[in-house]
Structure formats: structure tokens, C-alpha cells
């Protein structure tokens, strides 16, 4: 028996010396997808009495080529809120951020612009942001009550083991973003090249809460820009932390 529990304790410690689990479970994700594909905002931010706080960052990304130069603008728009689960609403603040790099894939990158805007008040009611400081809607999505769809999709990995905290993550073909993400963000490309919903969690009393969850997305676009302005790729990432 000693014998037996040395060789299971020597297995462990190779398991966890090179960063793999001998012992891995798996995410009930489909419990997880039902609750975003049913809108179940107070099961994905687990609110106090209706409300919940959260943080949301959007990062959307163009690269031009520019005189055979690479340029990379991106935007930055941060809102830190409180979430009424009983009527779908939301109140906080926000800040856009805006930032250009040359050369941004080499050791010769020069940041042209780095700045941010002062901080606004909004709301967020009947599916959109409303900037209250100058009381104009936003072009900026919650879409995190707008995954229809990922129900029937499965993730490329939804295990987890002792040197790793519990995760689910999809990829999706094109078809998949159009039918999930897209229907509702209406991005007009003209090549699809990826997109990703992850969801990372943590443990509890054995029982599984949502920390944050990413949803990003990268296409080409050239129909509204000349030619010397190409756009090589544009990349939309958004999170939620709850």
C-alpha cells in the first residue's frame, strides 16, 4: 500500500512538474451557453439584490499600410458601471483612449499618438450606450447579452486541471460569427480571418462563476479606403468582468 501511494505521489509530482494534470475535469459549458443564450444576465454577473457591478474595455484595431509603412490606430473605450438585472439597464462612466504606432511589428516602432478624453457619464437602456455628457448615443455594444446562438456551438477546449483555472473557449468559423456575434455588431468585411468567445472562470464551493469573458474578432476591409491606404486587418476585442 505505501508502495502503491509513493508511486501515485511521484505520478502527481511529474504531472505538476511539467505543467500537466493528471486529474482534469470538464466545464458543464452548456450550462454556462444557456444562461448567455437566454440573456440570464443575473446567473452571467451573479448580482447582490438585482445589481452588479462590472467593467468593460472595447479595443478596436486598424491597421493602414501607408506609403509601404505599417500604421496602427487604435481606439480604447472603458466603462466601469452598475448593472440592473431587473430591467436589462446600466449606469456608470466611460473614457476613450486613442493611440498610433508606426512600425508596430519591430523593434524600430515609434508611438505617434497616445491620448485620452475626459471621462463621461452615461446610461445603457434598450440595447444602447448614451453618452449624457453631450446626449449622444454611442457606437458601442453590450454584447455580451447578445450571443444567441452560442447554445448550439461546441468549444475547441473546456478542460481544466490543477495548474490551470477552469476556462471555456471557442473558436468560430465565419458562418458562426455571422450567426452569433455579427447579426447584432452588422460588420461589414470583406474577408473573414477569426473569432474567438472566451470565458475564464474560477471555482467555488464546486461550483463554477464567470470572472471575465472575451469576445474578439479580426477582418479585412478594403472597400472603403484607397489604395495606398489598405487596410491590412481591423480587430475588435471586447471583455466583461462582473
Known amino acids: 500500500m505505501k508502495k ?3 508511486i501515485l505521489l511521484m505520478l502527481l509530482m511529474i504531472g505538476m512538474i511539467s505543467g500537466c494534470s493528471l486529474i482534469t475535469k470538464e466545464v458543464d459549458y452548456q450550462k454556462i451557453a444557456d444562461d448567455l443564450n437566454k440573456k440570464k444576465m443575473s446567473r452571467v454577473l451573479y448580482p447582490k439584490k438585482g445589481y452588479a ?3 468593460q474595455r472595447t479595443i478596436t484595431s486598424v491597421r493602414l499600410k501607408i506609403n509601404n509603412k505599417i500604421r496602427e490606430k487604435s481606439k480604447t473605450i472603458e466603462i466601469k458601471g452598475i448593472y440592473n438585472t431587473k430591467n436589462n439597464t446600466a ?3 466611460g473614457q476613450q483612449s486613442y493611440e498610433i504606432i508606426d512600425n508596430p511589428d519591430t523593434s524600430k516602432s515609434k508611438q505617434i499618438e497616445d491620448k485620452k478624453g475626459p471621462e463621461f457619464r452615461l ?3 434598450n440595447n444602447h450606450y448614451y453618452n449624457l455628457t453631450n446626449k449622444k448615443s454611442l457606437n458601442f455594444h453590450f454584447v455580451f447579452d447578445k450571443l444567441q446562438g452560442i447554445e448550439k456551438l461546441k468549444p475547441d477546449h473546456y478542460t481544466y ?3 490551470e483555472p477552469p476556462s471555456v473557449n471557442y473558436k468560430l468559423n465565419e458562418k458562426e460569427f455571422n450567426r452569433v456575434i455579427n447579426d447584432d455588431l452588422k460588420i461589414k468585411y470583406d474577408k473573414f480571418k477569426n473569432a474567438n468567445i472566451f470565458i475564464s472562470l474560477h471555482e ?6 464567470i470572472d471575465y469573458i472575451e469576445v474578439g474578432a479580426e477582418w479585412e476591409n478594403h472597400t472603403n ?3 495606398e491606404d489598405f487596410v491590412l486587418d481591423e480587430v475588435i ?5 462582473p
Open 161 to 163: 486541471g490543477l495548474d
Open 91 to 93: 449606469v456608470g462612466k
Open 53 to 55: 457591478e462590472f467593467e
Open 204 to 209: 467555488d464551493n464546486n461550483k463554477l462563476y
Open 225 to 227: 479606403y484607397k489604395k
Open 237 to 241: 476585442y471586447t471583455n466583461l468582468n
Open 123 to 125: 446610461n445603457y437602456s
Open 4 to 6: 502503491l501511494f509513493f
